[in-house]
C-alpha cells in the first residue's frame, strides 16, 4: 500500500456505517477507496448498483477478487477526483479515504452537490470537528465554511482506533453530508475556492487585509463596509457566500 491508508476491517462498523445511508434495492452508489473491499462488498449487498474506484493497484485487485460475482460493481483503478463522471447522479457517495486526502475530498465534493443525495465518509475525528466548528472556534477555517454552505452536516458515531488496520494513532468519526435546500447546483467553483482560501490565510486578521489583497486598487469600502473590521475566522458561512459573490463580481 502506497498511500499511507489505515484500512477498515471491523465487518460491525462497516455494517453500522453502511445502514446509515438508508439504501434500497434501486440505490445507485459511488465509493471513492474501494480498500480491501469490505465496504464494496456490503454495498453490492445493499443497492442497485455500485461504481468503485481505487487507486492502489494491490487493493484493487484484491477488491476485484472479493466482489468478482457481484454483477452490479463497477471498478475502476483510478484517481476518483480526477475522472469525469459526466452527468452521473448517485443516490450516495461513500468512503473511508486515507486522512491526508480529506481536505482534497471535501473540495472535490462541494463542486458536486448536484451529483449525490447524500454522503456518508469517515474521518479523522479532528477534520470531522473542522467540518462542524461555528465562527469563532478554534477548528473554524475554510474547509468549514465550504462543508456548511453546501450541506447539512452530521456527525455519526465515533470509530475506534482497533477497527483499522494498522491502527491510526487518532479517533475518526463516521459523518453524514446532505446537499442543503438550495444546492441545486454548486456553489462552489474552483475559482471561489481559490477566493475563501485566499481570505482565509489572512486567518487572526481583518477581513479588510484579506481584500486589499484580492482586490488591489478597488476600492472596497464601499461595497464590504458593514464587515471590513471582522476578522477572517469569526465571520458565518452565510455572509461568506455574499463576500465570495461580490469578489467574484469584481474580479469579473
Known amino acids: 500500500m502506497k498511500y499511507g491508508q489505515h484500512m477498515l476491517v471491523s465487518t460491525a462498523i462497516a455494517d453500522h456505517f453502511i445502514s446509515s445511508c438508508n439504501l434500497g434495492?434501486?440505490?445507485?452508489?459511488?465509493?471513492?477507496?474501494?480498500?480491501?473491499?469490505?465496504?464494496?462488498?456490503?454495498?453490492?449487498?445493499?443497492?442497485?448498483?455500485?461504481?468503485?474506484?481505487?487507486?492502489?493497484?494491490?487493493?484493487?485487485?484484491?477488491?476485484?477478487?472479493?466482489?468478482?460475482?457481484?454483477?452490479?460493481?463497477?471498478?475502476?483503478?483510478?484517481?476518483?477526483?480526477?475522472?469525469?463522471?459526466?452527468?452521473?447522479?448517485?443516490?450516495?457517495?461513500?468512503?473511508?479515504?486515507?486522512?491526508?486526502?480529506?481536505?482534497?475530498?471535501?473540495?472535490?465534493?462541494?463542486?458536486?452537490?448536484?451529483?449525490?443525495?447524500?454522503?456518508?465518509?469517515?474521518?479523522?475525528?479532528?477534520?470531522?470537528?473542522?467540518?462542524?466548528?461555528?465562527?469563532?472556534?478554534?477548528?473554524?477555517?475554510?474547509?468549514?465554511?465550504m462543508a456548511q454552505i453546501s450541506f447539512e452536516i452530521e456527525a455519526l458515531f465515533n470509530v475506534g482506533r482497533y477497527s483499522f488496520s494498522p491502527p491510526p494513532k487518532v479517533e475518526s468519526t463516521a459523518i453524514q453530508l446532505i446537499p442543503t435546500s438550495e444546492m441545486t447546483r454548486p456553489f462552489f467553483n474552483r475559482e471561489r475556492i481559490r477566493i475563501l482560501d485566499l481570505v482565509f490565510s489572512f486567518r487572526g486578521r481583518r477581513l479588510y487585509s484579506a481584500l486589499k489583497k484580492l482586490l488591489p486598487g478597488k476600492n472596497v469600502e464601499t461595497i464590504f463596509e458593514d464587515i471590513l473590521a471582522a476578522r477572517v475566522e469569526t465571520i458565518s458561512p452565510k455572509d461568506y457566500s455574499k463576500i465570495i459573490q461580490q469578489v467574484e463580481e469584481f474580479l469579473a
Open 25 to 145: 434495492q434501486n440505490s445507485r452508489v459511488l465509493e471513492i477507496g474501494s480498500g480491501r473491499g469490505i465496504l464494496t462488498q456490503r454495498l453490492a449487498e445493499k443497492a442497485a448498483f455500485v461504481k468503485s474506484f481505487e487507486v492502489d493497484q494491490a487493493l484493487f485487485e484484491a477488491t476485484k477478487k472479493l466482489v468478482s460475482s457481484y454483477k452490479n460493481v463497477q471498478l475502476i483503478q483510478a484517481d476518483a477526483f480526477g475522472y469525469d463522471l459526466k452527468n452521473e447522479r448517485f443516490d450516495a457517495c461513500v468512503t473511508s479515504l486515507p486522512y491526508s486526502e480529506s481536505l482534497r475530498f471535501i473540495k472535490w465534493l462541494v463542486q458536486k452537490t448536484n451529483r449525490f443525495n447524500l454522503v456518508a465518509a469517515i474521518v479523522q475525528a479532528e477534520f470531522a470537528k473542522k467540518l462542524t466548528a461555528r465562527p469563532g472556534e478554534s477548528s473554524y477555517r475554510a474547509v468549514s465554511v
